[in-house]
């Protein structure tokens, strides 16, 4: 099983500000198939990164994907207050389909 | 649009069995993978398995190898998650997701359900 370690746990920032989300694997994951989901309280996760780069439709591009092999990362540009949230990396290379333990965005 | 709609909330006792469905609409049905992911309160996603809703096939993770069976309707366009044997630390959202695609790869879970609360209690 792929174990994926998202860093760090909590992230404090203020609006306007760059965040910078880390998810490692356990072993290489094909970029190809590793997603980032945001999630905010009371809601279903909503799926905002794909294979790794892309954005998944209507998903603003201050929100970017990069990385590869065992290192993945999330970046928001500039953080809108919306943005505050939990993000969840997921590898979709290999079953079971692992997630990360989440990052919180909080102002 | 869009749309999954899952059953309403349950409160089970330990060792009971609970089935929760989720309603599909907007697209073909058969056409895409379903998932099925939960959440226990305060804690992180965790992966439950996939439905093939076209042949029925199903991947379960190990964890929940048999006490998990993930079913469907395709003539009401519903995938059906039921777990057997309840305990405590089963208490969680239930979520179904859509598989979507993108050039015939895996590109995520597009869509989710709103979630379904299931209570395991004495």
């Known amino acids: 099983e792929i174990v994926l370690t998202q860093s760090p746990g909590t992230l404090s920032l203020s609006p306007g500000e760059r965040a910078t989300l880390s998810c490692r694997a356990s072993?290489?994951?094909?970029?190809?198939?590793l997603a980032w989901y945001q999630q905010k309280p009371g809601q279903a996760p909503r799926l905002l990164i794909y294979?790794?780069?892309s954005r998944a439709t209507g998903i603003p591009d201050r929100f970017s994907g990069s990385g590869s092999g065992t290192d993945f990362t999330l970046t928001i540009s500039r953080l809108e207050p919306e943005d505050f949230a939990v993000y969840y990396c997921?590898?979709?290379?290999?079953?079971?389909?692992?997630f990360g333990g989440g990052t919180k965005v909080e102002i | 649009q869009v749309q999954l709609v899952q059953s309403g909330a349950e409160v089970k006792k330990p060792g009971a069995s609970v089935k929760v469905s989720c309603k599909a609409s907007g697209y073909t049905f058969i056409g895409y993978y379903m998932h099925w992911v939960r959440q226990a309160p305060g804690q992180g996603l965790e992966w439950m398995g996939w439905i093939n809703p076209n042949s029925g096939g199903t991947n379960y993770a190990q964890k929940f190898q048999g006490r998990v069976s993930m079913t469907r309707d395709t003539s009401i366009s519903t995938a059906y998650m039921e777990l057997s044997r309840l305990r405590s630390d089963d208490t969680a959202v239930y979520y179904c997701a859509r598989e979507t695609t993108s050039s015939y790869m895996s590109a995520g879970l597009d869509y989710w359900g709103q979630g379904t609360l299931v209570t395991v209690s004495s």
């Open positions: 072993q290489s994951v094909s970029s190809t198939y």
């Open positions: 294979g790794a780069s």
């Open positions: 997921q590898q979709y290379d290999s079953s079971p389909r692992t």
